[in-house]
């Protein structure tokens, strides 16, 4: 984990998004590398704001940060701990993203997928990030494989030859 750029990180994404009340504080402490589940569970309850209503927002943040982290079109292994740093400090459990984000995901998922199917031909590097999306996205192997097969099939009609994918078409795919 590396707090100085999850801090970095955090200040950037308090002025981009203009947060306000009891998120800006969140945020705050993150900046400060002060923040801990105690710190939010008292804020939460001295705010009078269910921690239910209050994951949705969280769950904004943790995307925002994994929108910054991926500008680069790389995780790094410091900002994969990171993201679950924050997702253990949230709370946040397999198919939250899921369920509270999933026009967000497919976004984020196309557009790293075109790039990495520009060339027509999956890097070692880039068939890690796929792996690491999946990880941080809480999807399934067959989740994922079905958002890639979008764009490696373009690929495919582009004259790609499926094995240097990394994805999987089954016979139906084909025909």
Known sequence: MDLENLG????????KLNLSGYLKKICGEI???TVSRKFIDDLLKSENINHSIAKVAFL???????????EDNILTTAEKENIQFLKRL?????????????T???TTLTCQFSK???????????????ADLQ??????????????KIEAALSVKNGADPKNLDILFTHKDFF
């Open 8 to 15: 970095d990180a955090f200040a950037q994404i308090e002025t």
């Open 31 to 33: 900046t400060n590398k």
């Open 60 to 70: 904004h943040l943790v995307f925002t940060y994994i929108k910054v982290a991926l």
């Open 90 to 102: 949230f709370r946040i459990q397999p198919g939250d993203f899921y369920l509270h984000n999933k």
């Open 104 to 106: 967000d995901i497919e």
């Open 116 to 130: 990495m199917y520009e060339d027509n031909y999956v890097t070692n590097e880039e068939a890690l990030l796929k």
């Open 135 to 148: 990880e941080i996205f809480d999807l399934g192997y067959d989740e994922m494989n079905g958002y890639a």
